[in-house]
């Protein structure tokens, strides 16, 4: 990847929009967590969720995003704000974790109709907040 990209998606709310907007990062996030819920690598980090409260966090990861990629402020507005590697500490998130959590949002961009481009900066991009999130070796 390359500087194109980052040009092309890291400047002001570009990620935003080629990520569809609010409505384009909701069919994202639910994707993801479909993607969660079934692939066998994902057994542990699924394990660490609330399924009672699904609804709740997919309204928070999808604000969440819509934010870190360059759009309103949504999660701040609703539920205050937040630091993603402070809060993922509470959680077993060792290397095995964190590449589950990337390969299940690699799994659900390649569902969306993004452009290759765009996939490939996304998921790159992710990589930092992930490796962030990890609480162990
Ligand atoms: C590295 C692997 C990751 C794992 C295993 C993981 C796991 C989790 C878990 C278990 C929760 C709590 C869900 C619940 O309430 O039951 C959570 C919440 C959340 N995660 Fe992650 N996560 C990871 C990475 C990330 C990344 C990279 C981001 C952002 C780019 C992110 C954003 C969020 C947000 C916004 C919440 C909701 C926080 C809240 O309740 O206030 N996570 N995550």
């Known amino acids: 990847m390359s500087e194109n990209n980052v ?18 990062i909701k069919a994202l ?24 409260d699904m609804e709740q966090i997919h309204d928070k990861l999808t604000r969440f995003l819509c934010s870190w990629l360059g759009g309103p402020r949504l ?10 590697p402070a809060f993922h500490k509470q959680f077993p ?14 799994r659900a961009a390649d569902k969306q109709p993004y452009s290759d ?7 790159e991009q992710l990589y930092r907040p992930a490796e962030f999130s990890r609480s162990r070796d």
């Open 29 to 52: 996030v639910e994707q993801f967590y479909i993607e969660m819920s079934t692939l066998p690598k994902a057994t542990a980090i699924w394990a660490m969720h609330n399924h009672d």
């Open 117 to 123: 481009a765009f996939k490939c900066y996304l998921l």
């Open 7 to 24: 040009a092309q998606f890291g400047q002001g709310d570009a990620s935003f929009r080629a990520a569809g907007e609010y409505e384009g």
């Open 93 to 106: 998130i060792g290397p095995a974790e964190r590449d589950a959590w990337l390969l299940c949002m690699k």
């Open 75 to 84: 999660f701040r507005e609703k539920y205050g704000p937040i630091s993603i």
